[in-house]
């Protein structure tokens, strides 16, 4: 679980940080009509973007190495 759990976070880190803007519309923007996001919030998604990728690279770590964590 550990496995399919980390590549999951990768994946939708990596699409943070590649396409901010489309993670802000999945999250916040499908609730607004026009709606543009700021320069805070891709800045934002970004951040959670590498910081899902760094999670999810800690959660294989964990499945190929049980003794550290």
Do not use: H
């Not at 939708?12 to 999945?26: D, I, R, S």
């Not at 294989?60 to 190495?65: E, G, N, R, V």
């Amino acid at each position: 679980m550990a496995l399919f759990g980390g590549i999951m976070l990768i994946l939708l880190g990596f699409l943070g940080v590649k396409f901010p803007a489309f993670m802000w519309y999945l999250s916040i923007g499908w609730q607004f009509r026009d709606a543009e996001p700021s320069d805070i919030a891709i800045g934002i998604n970004r951040f959670i973007g590498y910081f899902l990728i760094v999670v999810g690279a800690c959660y294989i770590l964990s499945f190929f190495f049980p003794t550290i964590g």
